[in-house]
């Protein structure tokens, strides 16, 4: 194939497809369910699984809320937007983190995540389906866990 007909190939992929944009005031979201949330959080979705079935969400954890313990098939990053919080990996210790860090939970690692007992914390979560799903919940975090105690 020359090269003339190689641009207009890929020209004509990308006609085929056009941006797209979801306003803010579209997307929506609700209080995190009781079964799998200690305290408010407050889910919005941010995109469904589209691309590449990756999705994400934007959680807003007022203070002493959080996740209760979870796994990600494909692994999950979180993005701090706002405010202080804390996360922990099944077996180790609480890690403080603060808007602007960026934290990796490897596949299959049991964890959760939230504010701290005194302030709020707002977290993109992104994460990708396998076999249909992103997470799979476990028991809440108990407060011996969340206090370090």
Same mark, same amino acid.
């Given at each position: 194939?020359?090269?003339?007909?190689?641009?207009?190939?890929?020209?004509?992929?990308?006609?085929?497809?056009?941006?797209?944009?979801?306003?803010?005031?579209?997307?929506?979201?609700?209080?995190?369910?009781?079964?799998?949330?200690?305290?408010?959080?407050?889910?919005?979705?941010?995109?469904?699984?589209?691309?590449?079935?990756?999705?994400?969400?934007?959680?807003?954890?007022?203070?002493?809320?959080?996740?209760?313990?979870?796994? $990600?098939? +494909?692994? *999950?990053?979180? !993005?701090?937007? &706002?405010?202080?919080? =804390?996360?922990?990996?099944?077996?180790? #210790?609480?890690?403080?983190?603060?808007?602007?860090?960026?934290?990796?939970?490897?596949?299959?690692?049991?964890?959760?995540?939230?504010?701290?007992?005194?302030?709020?914390?707002? $977290?993109? +979560?992104? *994460?990708?389906? !396998?076999?249909? &799903?992103?997470?799979? =919940?476990?028991?809440?975090?108990?407060? #011996?866990?969340?206090?370090?105690?």
């Amino acid at each position: 194939m020359t090269a003339t007909a190689l641009l207009i190939a890929a020209g004509s992929a990308s006609v085929a497809q056009e941006m797209t944009v979801t306003k803010a005031a579209e997307l929506g979201g609700q209080i995190g369910a009781a079964e799998t949330f200690t305290g408010t959080a407050y889910v919005a979705p941010v995109f469904g699984p589209d691309m590449h079935d990756v999705s994400a969400g934007h959680v807003t954890f007022l203070p002493g809320a959080r996740s209760a313990w979870h796994t $990600h098939p +494909a692994g *999950q990053k979180l !993005v701090v937007t &706002s405010g202080t919080g =804390w996360t922990q990996e099944r077996g180790q #210790e609480k890690i403080l983190i603060e808007a602007g860090d960026v934290v990796w939970c490897p596949p299959g690692v049991e964890h959760w995540h939230g504010a701290t007992d005194t302030t709020a914390m707002s $977290h993109y +979560a992104i *994460q990708a389906n !396998v076999d249909g &799903s992103a997470v799979t =919940w476990g028991d809440h975090v108990s407060d #011996e866990d969340y206090h370090g105690e």
